[in-house]
C-alpha cells in the first residue's frame, strides 16, 4: 500500500519559513516525480511545484516562486518544501502527490507550475500552514 505523510505545517507569523516533509513508502520513491499542491477554503486546488523523479528538474507556480524550495531526498524516501518569506495568502491544507509520469514541461506555462493534481495517482492527507498577518 502506497503512503505519502505530510508533516511540518503550523502556525507563524508572515515573513517566517517553514519547512514541510512529505515521506513515502510503498513505492519505489526515486522512480517518482512528486508534487506540492495547496488548497485554501474555497478556492480550487492549485499546484505549488513538482520535483522529476531524478529530481533533476523543479518546476514553480510563479506565486512562490524565489521563496519556496523542493528538495527530495531519494535514499530517506521524502520530499521537501522550504517555505520561506511567508505570506498570509499562503495559508492553506498543502498536500504532496506521487506519480510516475507528472512533472512534466506540459504543466508549465507563464503562469509557472500549472498542474491542478489531476495527473498525480497518489495524495497524502495534507498538513495545515497558516500564515498570521
Known amino acids: 500500500e502506497v503512503q505519502l505523510v505530510e508533516s511540518g505545517g503550523g502556525l507563524v507569523q508572515a515573513g517566517g519559513s517553514l519547512r514541510l516533509s512529505c515521506t513515502a513508502s510503498g513505492l519505489t520513491f526515486r522512480d517518482y516525480a512528486m508534487g506540492w499542491f495547496r488548497q485554501a477554503p474555497g478556492r480550487e486546488r492549485e499546484g505549488v511545484g513538482c520535483?522529476?523523479?531524478?529530481?533533476?528538474?523543479?518546476y514553480y507556480s510563479n506565486s512562490v516562486k524565489g521563496r519556496f524550495t523542493i528538495s527530495r531526498d531519494n535514499a530517506k524516501n521524502t520530499l521537501y518544501l522550504q517555505m520561506n518569506s511567508l505570506k498570509p495568502e499562503d495559508t492553506a491544507m498543502y498536500y504532496c502527490?506521487?506519480?510516475?509520469?507528472?512533472?512534466?514541461?506540459?504543466?508549465?506555462?507563464?503562469?509557472?507550475?500549472?498542474?491542478?493534481?489531476?495527473?498525480?495517482?497518489?495524495w497524502g492527507q495534507g498538513t495545515q500552514v497558516t500564515v498570521s498577518s
Open positions: 502527490a506521487a506519480d510516475l509520469n507528472a512533472c512534466s514541461s506540459h504543466a508549465y506555462d507563464t503562469d509557472g507550475y500549472s498542474s491542478r493534481g489531476a495527473e498525480y495517482v497518489y
Open positions: 520535483s522529476s523523479w531524478g529530481g533533476t528538474t523543479t
